[in-house]
Nanobody, 111 residues
Framework: QVQLVESGGGLVEPGGSLTLSCAAS????????IHWYRQAPGNQREWVAT???????FYADSVKGRFTLSRDNAKSTVYLQMNNLKPEDTAVYYC?????WGRGTQVTVSS
């Protein structure tokens, strides 16, 4: 079984940057892909990005060119670097691996 903990959220002005972390524990050797999702108030949870075991990233069109995924397998941690943040990026961000979800971290983009 895998456990996931997100961190790094906060309040940032439009155009600013944040880096989210997703730390995995438990049966980490079973993890292949790690995904980021987000959910804004009143909206369904939406897929943001995925990184494979070998570090190949995939991004939703809404974040492509602004968000960057990286993975440190030695630390069992995935990082989501978010640049040029927009108010519409405001959401709770979750990471997911296999059937496990973290509890999420709040990102608020506002002036």
């Amino acid at each position: 079984q895998v456990q996931l903990v997100e961190s790094g959220g906060g309040l940032v002005e439009p155009g600013g940057s944040l880096t989210l972390s997703c730390a995995a524990s438990g049966n980490i050797f079973s993890i292949n892909n790690i995904h980021w999702y987000r959910q804004a108030p009143g909206n369904q949870r939406e897929w943001v990005a995925t990184i494979t075991r070998v570090g190949k990233p995939f991004y939703a069109d809404s974040v492509k060119g602004r968000f960057t995924l990286s993975r440190d397998n030695a630390k069992s941690t995935v990082y989501l670097q978010m640049n040029n943040l927009k108010p519409e990026d405001t959401a709770v961000y979750y990471c997911k691996a296999q059937d496990a979800w973290g509890r999420g971290t709040q990102v608020t983009v506002s002036s």
